[in-house]
């Protein structure tokens, strides 16, 4: 399995910017449909958006279509997620996961996980 390090949470007022990124390590990237999902408090984890092998597709839940932008740079080994225009609701414990097979809006498809990322939008 592939080793998943999130980065780039943190506080920020609502229709503000931050980036996500997440750091692979132990097998080859590009091997990987890449996915974040997110966790918000009493909720369950949700899809937010995936992104192919070879960035030729990205798919966005339509909670964040729009406003957040998937990317991926297999040169570098490391996703990205670019969210523009938070909101309050978009407070959550966001996680970056790695799907050899699959790779579909379901979590089931995802083998490997980062630990998460914590991002607050305050209203």
């Known amino acids: 399995q592939v080793q998943l390090v999130e980065s780039g949470g943190g506080l920020v007022q609502a229709g503000g910017s931050l980036r996500l990124s997440c750091t692979a390590s132990?097998?080859?990237?590009?091997?990987?449909?890449m996915g974040w999902f997110r966790q918000a408090p009493g909720r369950e984890r949700e899809f937010v958006a995936r992104i192919s092998k070879d960035s030729g597709i990205a798919d966005y839940a339509s909670s964040v279509r729009g406003r957040f932008t998937i990317s991926r740079d297999n040169a570098k080994d490391t996703l990205y997620l670019q969210m523009n225009s938070l909101k309050s609701e978009d407070t959550a414990v966001y996680y970056c996961a790695a799907a050899t097979y699959g790779g579909t809006r379901k979590e089931n498809d995802y083998d490997s996980w980062g630990q998460g990322t914590q991002v607050t939008v305050s209203s």
């Open positions: 132990g097998r080859t990237f590009s091997r990987y449909v």
